[in-house]
């Protein structure tokens, strides 16, 4: 399976300023360029599965361990990841990192989505 990349940057605070975010050919978020995506819908967090054709991060495995986090592995979309509740990047060098969302015009309007 070949990724390419989407219109959606990542916005990494206090790390590179932005990553590409990746996507395979239905449209499914894999990871970022740099780092390991989660999301959180509904109150739970998310991160693409392994199959999708992403690498397995070492804090990503981590963090899918921690029974705090209470993560589990599950497909979502680019509209998915612009509305989720929180977007978090993560890999063993630098940690958990909150990011923030930014699309292009190629998604249609510029928009900005801020965590909390």
Do not use: Y
């Not at 975010?21 to 693409?48: A, M, Q, V, Y």
């Amino acid at each position: 399976m070949v990724t390419i990349p989407s219109a959606v940057a990542i916005n990494m605070l206090h790390a590179a300023p932005l990553i590409a975010c990746w996507h395979d050919e239905r449209g499914e978020i894999t990871e970022g360029s740099r780092s390991n995506l989660f999301i959180k819908l509904n109150g739970r967090w998310f991160t693409p599965p392994l199959f999708a054709g992403l690498l397995p991060g070492v804090m990503r495995a981590a963090m899918l361990e921690d029974q705090a986090l209470d993560a589990s592995e599950r497909c979502f979309g680019i509209d998915e990841l612009r509305g989720a509740e929180d977007v978090d990047v993560c890999k063993a060098r630098r940690g958990w990192l909150h990011a923030d969302i930014f699309a292009d015009e190629a998604l249609g309007s510029p928009q900005h989505k801020s965590g909390e």
